[in-house]
């Protein structure tokens, strides 16, 4: 990774929301390890820059839930598989990150014995003071609600200065930049211009969740090398949702 001058950070917590799709790289299902390492190894930067972070972990790269309805799955329980899944990926995270002499803390809104703890949002502020990466997984604990309503409800819990979305494009553009190539890119919006323009942020009860407790989202690029590091020292960098 490319080393970088410091400079003051501007947000001292952040809890850094990786979808599974990113976790995919150019695979259509499963982990890229390369990709994981390359994203591990920035945010270990952030970490050594004294950034205390928190990730939330996505499952969709090992199963979607809409994909399972479509099957005959029950929406209840295909969100129940959606969660485990991101269990599953915690766990190659707090593997590949220990690798790097970091130390991690893998929580889950559901109980499973023996691989990792229950979240307990004490527990997840002390390990944040003392320097571990505090994973989380299990979204929320409960059907109809998505890892993007777990990040933001996690940021409320631990006091976050900012989510960070992880996606696979720039930012929040006017309309979806893959099939419409004069889609503008938007470097800062307020939450009502948000819900006016319909805008594709994220679901509607995390982005609510957000707007109420005043906790800013910075949408951005995870597959941008040096991104996260331009957030974290106030550059324009991906698209800010603020007051």
Do not use: W
């Not at 390492?37 to 270990?44: F, N, Q």
């Not at 979240?119 to 998505?146: D, E, M, R, W």
């Amino acid at each position: 990774m490319k080393t970088f001058i410091d400079h003051k950070i501007k947000y001292q917590r952040v809890i850094i929301k990786i979808s599974g799709e990113a976790l995919q790289g150019k695979n259509r299902f499963g982990i890229n390890v390369t990709v994981l390492y390359r994203i591990l190894t920035e945010i270990k930067y952030l970490l050594d820059l004294g950034v205390e972070i928190a990730i939330v972990i996505g499952g969709g790269n090992l199963f979607r839930g809409k994909q399972l309805k479509i099957l005959g799955i029950s929406h209840i329980v295909a969100d129940q598989i959606g969660m485990l899944s991101t269990m599953i990926n915690g766990l190659a995270i707090k593997d590949v990150i220990e690798q790097m002499s970091v130390k991690t803390h893998l929580m889950s809104a559901i109980g499973l014995n023996g691989i990792c703890s229950t979240y307990n949002v004490h527990q997840a502020i002390h390990y944040l003071s003392k320097k571990y990466i505090v994973i989380c997984s299990g979204g929320t604990g409960h059907a109809c609600f998505t890892t993007d309503s777990a990040a933001c409800l996690r940021g409320i819990e631990l006091q976050a200065d900012i989510i960070l979305k992880g996606t696979k494009v720039d930012g929040i553009y006017s309309t979806d930049p893959i099939k419409f190539k004069n889609a503008t890119l938007y470097q800062k919006l307020n939450y009502q211009e948000v819900l006016d323009r319909e805008l594709q942020v994220m679901d509607i009860s995390a982005f609510i969740l957000a707007r109420d407790h005043n906790l800013p989202i910075c949408v951005f690029n995870i597959n941008k090398p040096g991104s996260l590091y331009k957030i974290i020292i106030g550059k324009i960098e991906g698209t800010l949702v603020s007051r």
